[in-house]
């Protein structure tokens, strides 16, 4: 009895721990910058490039906004520059030219470990809010399972929490490899913009250690450049339409779309269909109802073995 206290002990101990350092590393992330705006030394900046960016990893976009921007310090006369992410509004509002101010600590300049710079239109929350779509959700199941954690191991229900993590499982896995069209645009205007990348997803759930399901139908993620009604830079938007469901289509064509005219981040392609969603359901809810019924089968023969064990005598 002793040895399992302690066990639990260390277990709480060790659990204790993690959580205050992953909390002191979040502090420190966070706090950082805060320190560099409110400590650092301040100069005159000018925004000298912005640029918008898309990545595709395993057929989830993640879009980010980052400016530059050049200052002088005291001393020889040599530009320095900085660069930092900020959301979606602020990089719509700042155009080369435009002055900000520049927070640095001078010793650290050189140094290529620690942050040395803060622009004041700088946001560490900036990558969260660009990725909202994705990360909200995330949150969410991420609270759902600190619950059945919760049900588990303050409150001892261990056997409905176990079948509450099967069930969690199942819809986190179908949730992160599932393909999602994206979003009608709500008030459309015609445009013609300019295909900037495509990458076409052909299976479920591909990692390095494992090839995935193929799909039945694939699908293609395409990037989109235009300059929307009102304003003089170009913005990234991103569909998703069935592999081939475009003729000849390809990096660098012009393509007709239609964006909104309140969020020009949202566009659809004109040509071009969206089964692959509907396509790739079945094969989700086949492999978790595969998954669950594996898992009873797993469950209902090592209580089986359970109970034979028990019942002879000796």
């Not at 949202?266 to 594996?294: K, Y």
């Given at each position: ?18 959580l ?66 900020v ?64 049900l ?36 459309p ?32 993620v ?59 359901r ?11 019924v ?21």
């Amino acid at each position: 009895m002793n040895r399992a206290g302690n066990r639990r002990a260390g277990f709480g101990c060790s659990s204790i721990g993690a959580l205050m350092l992953a909390l002191l590393a979040g502090g420190a992330i966070i706090g950082w910058p805060i320190y560099l705006e409110t400590a650092g030394t301040r100069a005159s900046g000018v925004i000298t490039e912005k640029r918008e960016s898309v990545s595709i990893e395993y057929g989830e976009w993640f879009r980010r906004f980052e400016v530059m921007a050049s200052y002088s310090i005291p001393g020889p006369p040599v530009q320095h520059r900085a660069i930092c992410d900020v959301d979606e509004k602020t990089y719509d509002s700042l155009h080369p030219g435009n002055a900000v101010v520049v927070h640095y600590f001078r010793t650290l300049l050189n140094q290529p470990f620690l942050p040395a710079t803060h622009l004041s239109p700088c946001s560490n929350f900036a990558s969260l809010s660009v990725n909202s779509r994705v990360l909200r959700p995330l949150a969410l199941i991420f609270l759902a399972l600190l619950a059945i954690l919760f049900l588990y191991g303050v409150l001892r229900i261990r056997i409905a929490a176990a079948w509450l993590l099967l069930a969690w499982l199942c819809f986190t896995v179908a949730y992160l490899v599932f393909p999602r069209a994206e979003p009608d645009p709500q008030r459309p205007v015609p445009a013609i913009a300019t295909v900037d990348g495509i990458t076409t997803v052909d299976t479920l759930g591909e990692t390095d250690e494992s090839d995935g399901i193929p799909l039945q139908q694939p699908y293609q993620v395409v990037r989109l450049k235009f300059v929307p009604q009102g304003m003089d830079t170009a913005v990234t938007a991103i569909d998703k339409v069935d592999e081939d469901s475009v003729p000849g289509l390809k990096e660098g064509q012009s393509a007709s779309i239609v964006y909104d005219a309140t969020n020009p981040r949202i566009a659809r392609l004109r040509e071009g269909t969206r089964f692959f969603p509907r396509q790739a359901r079945m094969i989700v809810i086949l492999c978790c109802a595969a998954f669950a019924v594996l898992a009873l089968l797993g469950w209902a023969v090592g209580r089986f073995f359970r109970k034979v064990r028990r019942s002879l005598p000796f």
